[in-house]
């Protein structure tokens, strides 16, 4: 109850279980360590925090809101190793990636709380470290938002390679365009730029006469989108992609994510899923649609504009004299991004 706190004075504050605690009560116990004569120390302990929390925020020297007086040190279980029953190690080395991320090696992490959207991703498989190439052009996913615009990265010949992510926090459009052309600039020198992104981004809403689209097309990035309808919504989205990581070619599947993209594997992974059953809003959606997160959505959503108007989705014929559907799937968009694809 911080209205309890008053106008009280601590030399030393210790907090358990940090990652249940709010941002708020974070920065008011800060104010109140402040006791003369006391070293005016808090020390923060609890299980790693999910991506986008408060605590990671604040521990990322490259996030604007960075506290330089926070020591963060992350300790992996197996620095306990000897201490362990046999049988607990197991169940430890046994839990899925994710989960392993944040309880084995004590990094941040998710645990997902719904089925995961995309079912056919595994990461050994799907994961790795791709270089781009600058003779094809670097397709951007874009979607909007003032709490966290996202871009993500794409190159597609044969094989779709998602390359690298970037999600803004609490920024502009103008200057998150900024961000996103200065990591082109390093990341991507001299790339072709081609761009699709969410159908909202053409709207105008009432604290700007400009849409986010033409916003982003001032400062350089023309952003194409198709409609919202049957062809792009989830349905459509979830069969494109799946097709895809299920679809092997020479020993590999037809998309692949590189491993510096840790918000969109995680995504894959369940941090981007389904409601949660007997939750109102999996009755809602009827388990037809992703749960929005607030954070995981948003760059999964730039992979699903990718996908949407790139490749076209699987067409359904139905049959007059049979109860069920044939399933014939076609050829990517090839004209809409500029060279040619393999059948």
């Known amino acids: 109850d911080l209205s309890g706190l008053g106008s009280q004075e601590f030399g030393i504050i ?25 070293p005016n120390m ?5 299980e790693p925090p999910n991506e986008g929390h408060w605590l990671t925020r604040l521990t990322d020297p490259l996030d604007p809101d960075f506290d330089k007086d926070i020591e963060k040190w992350e300790l992996s279980t197996y620095e306990n190793w000897d201490n362990l029953p046999v049988a607990y190690r197991g169940s430890l080395e046994g839990m899925p990636d994710a ?4 309880y084995l090696f004590g990094k941040p992490g998710f645990i997902p709380k719904g089925k995961a959207f995309y ?12 270089d781009w190439n600058p003779d094809l052009p670097l397709i951007l996913g874009w979607d909007f938002g003032f709490h966290h615009p996202a871009v993500s990265f794409h190159q597609i010949s044969n094989r779709w390679y998602i390359l690298r992510e970037l999600m803004g926090s609490r920024v502009t459009i103008k200057k998150f365009c900024d961000q996103v052309q200065s990591f082109i600039n390093i990341n991507f020198p001299n790339a072709k730029i081609m761009s699709y992104g ?22 350089g990035f023309d952003i194409k989108c198709r409609p919202n309808g049957p062809m792009t919504g989830y349905r459509a989205r979830k069969e494109i992609i799946e097709r895809r990581l299920s679809t092997i070619e020479d020993g590999k599947p037809l998309l692949q994510v590189d491993n510096r993209c840790k918000t969109i594997i995680e995504g894959f992974l369940g941090g981007y899923h389904y409601a949660e059953e007997n939750s109102e809003k999996a009755v809602t ?3 037809e649609e992703p749960f929005h997160d607030d954070y995981y959505s948003h760059l999964m959503n730039t992979t699903e504009y990718v ?31 500029g060279f040619g694809f393999k059948k």
């Open 198 to 219: 969410d159908p909202a981004g053409l709207q105008v809403n009432d604290k700007s006469e400009k849409s986010s689209i033409h916003i982003c097309k001032e400062q």
């Open 119 to 130: 079912q056919g991703f595994k990461e050994p498989l799907h994961t790795g470290w791709f």
């Open 285 to 287: 959606a009827r388990y």
């Open 99 to 102: 989960w392993k991320r944040k």
């Open 14 to 38: 210790v907090v358990t279980e940090a990652h249940e605690i709010s941002e708020q009560a974070y920065r008011t116990l800060k104010r109140r360590c402040r006791q003369k004569g006391m």
């Open 307 to 337: 996908g949407t108007n790139v490749f076209k989705t699987v067409e359904r014929h139905t049959s007059k004299n049979k109860y069920t559907q044939q399933y014939r799937a076609t050829r990517p968009l090839a004209a809409n991004v």
């Open 42 to 46: 808090i020390l923060l302990e609890g």
